[in-house]
């Protein structure tokens, strides 16, 4: 019981610190398994261009590269879904979830649709929520990267960030409501995060 009340003091503390100072994006892995920052390198933050996606100026797109504003809505629902299923530990509905993701794209060519089916394949194959928690991470970040090209969100979303997360790697999930409930830990450590984006729709 000390220990647990330790644990979740320095989440608070940590999030204190967070709070206070900008928080980048968490740092991808490269292909050789290596880390940019220990390599020296400056990572570039992930846009649509680099992602292979074209923009329209101006007008929210009704389309990206062939992901519809109504798909695109269809799988940020079903992310919402399964964040909330992990936040339960329930690998079952996760992975079911996960099914339901992968059949909204269906044979989607796009490369951004691409990576969220990789991601949701995984999901839907794996019976433990510890190790499918390691696939939403990346999986949350692609569809970070779907919000805010598509602009499909039909309610305002949070993105909100746990430091503690993969030994205190730290990770980003988005949630359709301010009060955290974090996906990474569930009943362990619930409320351990904070808010650092407000994406209105």
């Keep these: 019981m000390l220990v647990f009340g330790l644990i979740v003091t320095s989440c608070q503390n940590k999030n204190k610190v967070n709070n206070e100072t900008a928080v980048e ?16 390198t400056e990572q570039v933050p992930a846009s649509p261009k680099t992602l292979g ?30 964040k909330n ?50 696939r939403f991470k990346l999986l949350s970040e692609h569809i970070y990267t779907l919000v805010n090209t598509t602009k499909a969100n039909e309610t305002t979303l949070y ?7 993969f030994d205190n790697e730290g990770a980003y999930w988005l949630s359709a409501e301010k009060e955290i409930r974090n996906p990474y830990f569930g009943d362990k450590m619930l409320k351990c995060g904070s808010i650092k984006e407000t994406i209105d729709n």
């Design 25 to 40: 994006s968490p740092d991808s892995i490269l292909n050789d398994g290596s880390n940019p920052k220990t390599l020296g």
């Design 53 to 82: 996606i074209e923009e329209v100026p101006g007008e929210r797109s009704q389309t990206t590269e062939g992901i519809s504003t109504e798909i695109a809505q269809e799988v940020i629902t079903h992310y919402l879904e399964l």
């Design 85 to 134: 299923a992990l936040v339960k530990s329930d690998n079952q509905k996760a992975a079911e979830i996960a099914g339901k993701i992968k059949k909204v794209l269906g044979k989607n060519q796009n490369k951004l649709a691409k990576n969220i089916l990789f991601e949701v394949e995984q999901i839907a194959l794996i019976d433990n929520a510890e190790h499918q928690r390691d």
């Design 159 to 165: 993105r909100q960030y746990c430091p503690m997360a």
